[in-house]
């Protein structure tokens, strides 16, 4: 296993944070150097600590984790990212790799099972959680075809309803009361359905979902 990993954890729950931060350091060859609720906390750690590794969550307060891969890459070439999240839809895990993502765990894998994801990322290896690696073998039997036919296939099913009220011009409260979902919980599918449909700005989203004739259940 490579030594003396120094790592940034950008995770903008605290009491997950804390967790996690406990137990990477019960692993003697990982130091976590910062925590980062948001990603410009993280890229201000980056200029002062220049970790090896960030495990990065893919719904932060300001913005999609996503987005900020390329980022990372900037400012840190030589860091390798590992994604930590509940997501793990097929659109997710290629956009995340696409942006230059070494590995891909889910925030359910137990505490080995992280400490040896980023160990091998470290090394220069991609990781990724057995669910995740299933989807991609999937991905890639069916010649990367999408069993979902529906409009917007990249969507999961709670983020394409996110999108259907959008275009109807529903703002987050009403979204957040109508699924009885918290505003940071709609505000995280909202951003995820930006970076999943291209759309730089939420009245893109909203033109590309009328022009798809996309309606809410």
Known sequence: MTANIRLLLVEDHPMFRAGLTATLQLDGNITVVGSAETGEQAIAFLTEQRPDVVILDIGLPD???????PRILAEAPDCHILMLTSYEDDSTVYAALRAGARGYIVKNADADEIVRAVHTVASGAGYF????????TQHVASGGRSSDISTFPQLT???????ALMAEGRGNTYIADHYVLSL?????????????IGAATRAEAVAKARDAGLRSP
Not at 157 to 163: F, I, N, P, Q, S
């Open 157 to 163: 099913r709670r983020e394409r309803e996110v999108l």
């Open 129 to 136: 959680s057995p669910s995740v690696l299933d989807r991609i």
């Open 63 to 69: 913005g999609n984790g996503v987005s900020l891969v």
């Open 184 to 196: 940071k919980t709609v505000r995280n599918h909202v951003s995820n359905v930006m970076a999943k």
